[in-house]
Nanobody, 122 residues
Framework: QVQLVESGGGLVQAGESLRLSCAASTRTFSNFAMGWFRQAPGKERQFVAAVSWSGRSTYYADSVKARFTISRDNAKNTVYLQMNSLKPEDTAVYYC???????????????WGQGTQVTVSS
């Protein structure tokens, strides 16, 4: 079992930055690819970013490319999502998830965190 706990969400103004963290309770964290997804009110959950087990490969949704950066620290069992130039349309609950592959689809992920709210005001 892998437990994931997100933190770092909050209320910011458009143009500001936030960094989300996701701490994993597993000794085999470096075996997992990690992803971030988000779900806005009334919408389906969507892929945001993913990182390979080593951290060398990263993948992004077009809507966040060049603004968000995913990274991981395997020594700390933590994955991060640095979000810059935030927009009101980035408002959502953000979830981290663990998978065997850094895929952009939910069904590839076996473990999920409880989510952290990000609200961007205009």
């Amino acid at each position: 079992q892998v437990q994931l706990v997100e933190s770092g969400g909050g209320l910011v103004q458009a143009g500001e930055s936030l960094r989300l963290s996701c701490a994993a309770s597993t000794r085999t964290f470096s075996n997992f690819a990690m992803g971030w997804f988000r779900q806005a009110p009334g919408k389906e959950r969507q892929f945001v970013a993913a990182v390979s087990w080593s951290g060398r490969s990263t993948y992004y949704a077009d809507s966040v490319k060049a603004r968000f950066t995913i990274s991981r620290d395997n020594a700390k069992n933590t994955v991060y999502l640095q979000m810059n130039s935030l927009k009101p349309e980035d408002t959502a609950v953000y979830y981290c998830a663990a998978s065997t592959v850094p895929a952009p689809v939910e069904y590839e992920y076996n473990y999920w965190g409880q989510g952290t709210q990000v609200t961007v005001s205009s």
